[in-house]
Nanobody, 120 residues
Framework: VQLQASGGGLVQAGESLRLSCAAS????????IGWYRQGPRNERIVVAR???????TYADSAKGRFTISGEFAHDTAYLQMNALKPEDTGVYYCNADITDSDTDYRNDYWGQGTQVTVSS
């Protein structure tokens, strides 16, 4: 299973970006997809998370500005980021909780990071 993240870039404060995360490989089911941002100590901090049941979780900083959505039947999720602020700058990682159809194992998978830079 692989995750491919895309959509990062350089924007000015107040503008928008849409991140995409596409899963591929031996996928039986996706239980949840989330977006994380790399913190100052290289930790990954949750920005938004969506479960297959439709439950969403947002970081306080993302509430009201970011929206996570998913097309689980197509193994894809998105993060719409509006009204971006310089403090949103960072590397964003896609994460998914997936049951592998080949092994029947349920694992956490990470995509490569995508850089988001917001200038003031």
């Amino acid at each position: 299973v692989q995750l491919q993240a895309s959509g990062g870039g350089l924007v000015q404060a107040g503008e928008s970006l849409r991140l995409s995360c596409a899963a591929s490989g031996d996928i039986f089911s996706i239980h949840a997809i989330g977006w994380y941002r790399q913190g100052p100590r290289n930790e990954r901090i949750v920005v938004a998370r969506l479960t297959s049941g439709g439950s969403t979780t947002y970081a306080d900083s993302a509430k009201g500005r970011f929206t996570i959505s998913g097309e689980f039947a197509h193994d894809t999720a998105y993060l719409q980021m509006n009204a971006l602020k310089p403090e949103d700058t960072g590397v964003y990682y896609c994460n998914a909780d997936i049951t592998d159809s080949d092994t029947d194992y349920r694992n956490d998978y990470w995509g490569q990071g995508t850089q988001v830079t917001v200038s003031s």
